[in-house]
């Protein structure tokens, strides 16, 4: 069994589950609430909904409930990772430029 991780500025996944505070139900305000997690924040709250649905046992509404919310959150941490990326390939960029090689791997990529 896995203990929950209690962080008072991420909403508790396996909270409500009835009523329009209930992640993923009404689409719009989850997903607006989701979009203004930090990274950190997204991440630790995808590990704990898929924690709770691995862990199974809910009822059939509040499983969709969790993997709707499950699926907003995976998609913020990628479009957030995405943004990372580009910062440091930026960062990276020589003044030609051209990206700089950094490792292995990238010269081998050319």
């Given at each position: 069994?896995?203990?929950?991780?209690?962080?008072?500025?991420?909403?508790?996944?396996?909270?409500?589950?009835?009523?329009?505070?209930?992640?993923?139900?009404?689409?719009?305000?989850?997903?607006?609430?989701?979009?203004?997690?930090?990274?950190?924040?997204a991440?630790?709250?995808?590990?704990?909904?898929?924690?709770?649905?691995?862990?199974?046992?809910?009822?059939?509404?509040?499983?969709?409930?969790?993997?709707e919310?499950?699926?907003?959150?995976?998609?913020?941490?990628?479009?957030?990772?995405?943004?990372?990326?580009?910062?440091?390939?930026?960062?990276?960029d020589?003044?030609?430029?051209?990206?700089?090689?950094?490792?292995?791997?990238?010269?081998?990529a050319?």
């Open positions: 069994m896995t203990s929950r991780r209690s962080d008072a500025s991420a909403p508790d996944p396996l909270g409500p589950a009835s009523g329009t505070d209930a992640p993923g139900i009404g689409g719009d305000p989850a997903a607006a609430e989701v979009s203004s997690l930090t990274f950190d924040e991440l630790a709250e995808l590990q704990v909904t898929v924690a709770a649905l691995e862990e199974g046992g809910l009822q059939l509404e509040r499983t969709l409930e969790l993997y919310r499950g699926v907003l959150l995976h998609e913020r941490c990628a479009r957030l990772l995405g943004d990372a990326e580009i910062r440091v390939r930026r960062l990276v020589g003044a030609s430029g051209r990206p700089e090689l950094t490792d292995e791997a990238d010269a081998e050319v």
